[in-house]
């Protein structure tokens, strides 16, 4: 059974551009989540979707965005990148129930590096 | 707000050294602490779940217990493959869904 992949890996950007990463679940799964996690703040949560739905939030600006496809896979988007925002993504899935389990599989993350 | 917290952030351990790392919480209804162990360069990888006060749960030579206010994680005889960065999660209880709020990680090297 595939894990969950993340795309692009690495990437470089400058101040003000924007990005987006991918996520493809594990087959079945259909709560896809997001983390930030950076050395100085450890992981914090970006946002989840289930069936195609933002069902929770973190406390990050407005710049991050994520959708959720009907075939699961999801994007987030960090628009007018910052300095701070360099970073290891992180998407994690987990199966295909209403309820939370708090079971995430993890993919191995997007660096995204912001010059 | 609920937080978590790791004690300690590093900890150096011979092979063989039995351990514990510590998990303390402030979350009003529980309603569940998860055990994830990250690899460098790697996603973290689930471990345990633990849902009530009492509760354990074991795998190889590690021992997840849970109190009302914290969680340890106890190394019976490690081996260097144990190395790794041992995270603890709580599930927020005031919304469905898997969002998890992450203490800062103990940082475990085992040397041969």
């Known amino acids: 059974k595939a894990g969950v992949t993340q795309t692009p890996r690495y990437l470089i950007k400058t101040r003000g551009q924007q990005v987006t990463l991918s996520c493809s679940p594990i087959s079945g799964h259909r709560s896809v989540s997001w983390y930030q996690q950076t050395p100085g703040q450890g992981l914090q949560f970006l946002f989840e979707y289930f069936s195609e739905t933002q069902r929770n939030k973190g406390n990050f600006p407005g710049r991050f965005s994520g959708r959720q496809f009907s075939n699961s896979r999801s994007e987030m988007n960090v628009s007018t990148l910052e300095l701070g925002d360099s970073a290891l993504y992180l998407c994690?899935?987990?199966?295909?129930?209403?309820?939370?389990?708090?079971?995430?599989?993890f993919g191995e993350g997007s660096r995204l590096t912001v010059l | 707000e609920d937080q978590v917290t790791q004690s300690p952030e590093a900890l150096r351990l011979q092979e063989g050294e039995s351990s514990s790392l510590n998990c303390s919480y402030t979350v009003s209804g529980l309603r569940g602490l998860f055990w994830y162990r990250q690899d460098p360069g790697k996603g973290p990888e689930f471990l345990f779940t633990?849902?009530?006060a009492g509760e354990e749960k074991e795998k190889e030579r590690l021992k997840a217990t849970l109190t009302k206010k914290e969680s340890f994680l106890h190394i019976t005889a490690p081996k260097p493959e144990d190395s790794a960065t041992y995270l603890c999660a709580v599930l927020d209880p005031n919304n469905a869904g898997n969002m998890l709020t992450f203490g800062g990680g103990t940082r475990l090297m085992v040397k041969p």
């Open positions: 994690a899935s987990s199966s295909g129930t209403e309820w939370m389990t708090g079971e995430l599989f």
């Open positions: 633990l849902y009530s």
